[in-house]
């Protein structure tokens, strides 16, 4: 009887131990960190992004009463022909909002044939081309993934080409005319992010004004170092025609893209 005694208040001192020990031991087992939530940027966010632009060119230029120019020269011509370029583009944004420009300045020569070989047998073509864009934009879509934006501006462009014609009727004979023009635009713009470090981003953009047509469309994967350096390879193609007062100016320029975006 004494043992059987015994036994039972050493059965009800353990159950009376048992959920402080159940306590102290879930003091010392480690409960696994929540996830950390994915934050957005908060306030305004700068970036800017020099970039290379390898395009070749097609289409025709022309002015007075000298038959237009045939020039033709895919990218890998592109240092044939390039004498000089600089090219750079800049975002801010707060919130759903942003402010955008794009500015590309390209000096250009080129050597080519007449229709007909008749006025002259050649002509020689030098194109210098600036156009900067300044546009605002507001995020239809926009989470911590990515953002699709509505955006429209304005691009201006200023281009003076001088042709010199070689052989022929009109031979020897130079000429050099200058024009600038402004042309509203709208369009898309956005990336995505596919993980942490991989995001592609596009663009679409078409107007005009001064021109009969100005569009710019283009698509490239990037990818992010640290949240201040990114890099971006992909493919642009940019149009205008502009065919007034004497001045014709219908060309094509696309190729592949390189870029490096600084964020702060």
Same mark, same amino acid.
């Given at each position: ?18 959920? /402080? ?36 060119? /097609? ?12 020039? +033709?020269?895919?990218?890998? &011509? ?15 944004? #707060? ?7 794009? $500015?590309? @300045?390209?000096? *250009?020569? @080129? ?7 008749? $006025?002259?047998?050649? %002509?020689?073509?030098?194109?210098? +081309? ?7 934009? #507001?995020?239809?879509? &926009? ?7 509505? %955006? ?5 462009? +200023?281009?003076?080409? +001088? ?13 050099? *005319? ?11 713009? !956005?990336? #995505? ?10 663009? !679409?953009?078409? !107007?005009?004004?001064?021109?009969? %047509? ?7 994967? !990037? @990818? ?20 007034? &007062? ?5 060309? %094509? ?12």
């Amino acid at each position: 009887m004494k043992l059987k005694n015994a036994a039972i208040a050493a059965v009800a001192v353990g159950l009376a131990l048992l959920p /402080s020990t159940i306590l102290r031991a879930a003091d010392l087992t480690p409960l696994a960190p929540a996830p950390a939530a994915v934050q957005a940027p908060s306030g305004w966010t700068f970036e800017v992004t020099p970039y290379f632009w390898a395009a070749g060119i /097609s289409g025709d230029v022309g002015h007075g009463r000298l038959p237009p120019a045939h020039v +033709s020269a895919d990218f890998g &011509d592109l240092f044939d022909h390039l004498d000089f370029a600089a090219m750079i583009t800049g975002e801010a944004r #707060y919130d759903r909002f942003s402010v955008f420009g794009d $500015v590309l @300045y390209t000096k *250009l020569s @080129y050597s080519t044939g007449t229709p007909r070989g008749i $006025v002259a047998n050649s %002509v020689d073509v030098t194109a210098k +081309s600036f156009a900067g864009l300044i546009g605002v934009g #507001y995020a239809l879509l &926009d989470d911590p993934s990515g953002h699709l934006d509505i %955006v429209g501006g304005a691009r201006i462009w +200023s281009v003076d080409t +001088s042709l010199s014609l070689n052989g022929g009727f009109l031979g020897g004979f130079d000429g050099d *005319l200058s024009k600038t023009w402004v042309d509203a635009v709208a369009g898309l713009r !956005g990336n #995505y992010f596919f993980t942490p470090h991989i995001y592609g981003t596009g663009w !679409g953009l078409v !107007g005009g004004g001064g021109a009969k %047509v100005d569009w710019d469309v283009g698509a490239g994967l !990037g @990818y992010k170092f640290n949240d201040t350096i990114s890099a971006t390879a992909g493919y642009r193609a940019l149009g205008v025609n502009y065919d007034r &007062d004497n001045f014709l100016f219908d060309v %094509v320029e696309q190729g592949p893209i390189l870029g490096l975006t600084i964020r702060f």
